[in-house]
């Protein structure tokens, strides 16, 4: 029997997979009913997952086994429901406040996060030190770090108009953010190409059997 689910399973993945690829065609009836049944699905599985590994153990137990000193965990369950009224159109209005809190307090901490980790890291890192490589391909790069990361906040300085030696500093810095741009292109592309590799993988290996999975 488990054979049995174990190999609908496999045939099932091979043909949602081919329907997936039929959009490499064009889109048609049959992409539309896999990207819908994974819609679906991973909108149950992250439901179920929601329920059992967050609202359980980190809302419900907490308020069973000790409410008196777990009491505050009440604030965001009386956010979360308010947030669900926005399925009844008549009180819908009452799901902004929670939503609005929501998206300031995660703007806020990101904020902060990116400001040390991708802004203070890097000034720190561009102005410690910068030529303490040895080898001098290290030099040349710290050398493009300290350029790029000086023209690239040039770039961004609208406080004068761009023209002369801050015009060329600026130029340079949309090289270099260019430059970055597409290299960050290049990863998501590689990203998803990997992807394609593990389907593939499955259906040579998994499904058919021609290589070793």
Do not use: C
Not at 28 to 47: D, M, R, T
Not at 127 to 152: A, D, E, K, R, Y
């Amino acid at each position: 029997m488990i054979t049995f689910f174990t190999h609908l399973g496999v045939w099932l993945g091979a043909l949602v997979t081919f329907a997936i690829f039929s959009f490499l065609y064009k889109d048609n009836p049959v992409y539309k009913i896999a990207e819908q049944l994974f819609v679906g699905l991973s909108a149950g599985y992250w439901f179920v997952y929601t329920i059992y590994f967050i609202l359980l153990p980190n809302m419900y137990d907490p308020l069973v086994s000790n409410f008196t000193r777990n009491w505050y965990l009440l604030f965001p369950a009386i956010l979360g429901i308010m947030m669900l009224l926005r399925l009844i159109p008549s009180i819908e209005w009452v799901s902004r406040f929670p939503i609005a809190l929501v998206i300031g307090t995660t703007s806020g901490v990101f904020f902060v996060r990116y400001l040390k980790s991708d802004v203070l890291n890097q000034l720190t890192a561009t102005m410690i030190n910068p030529f303490n490589g040895g080898s001098w391909v290290v030099v040349i790069g710290q050398i493009l770090l300290v350029v790029g990361t000086i023209t690239g906040l040039i770039y961004f300085y609208f406080s004068k108009k761009h023209e002369g030696a801050l015009g060329t500093a600026a130029r340079i810095g949309i090289y270099f953010l260019m430059v970055s741009f597409g290299a960050a292109f290049g990863y998501t592309a590689m990203a998803r190409i990997s992807l394609l590799i593990g389907r593939l993988q499955f259906l040579l290996g998994d499904w058919l059997g021609i290589i070793s999975p």
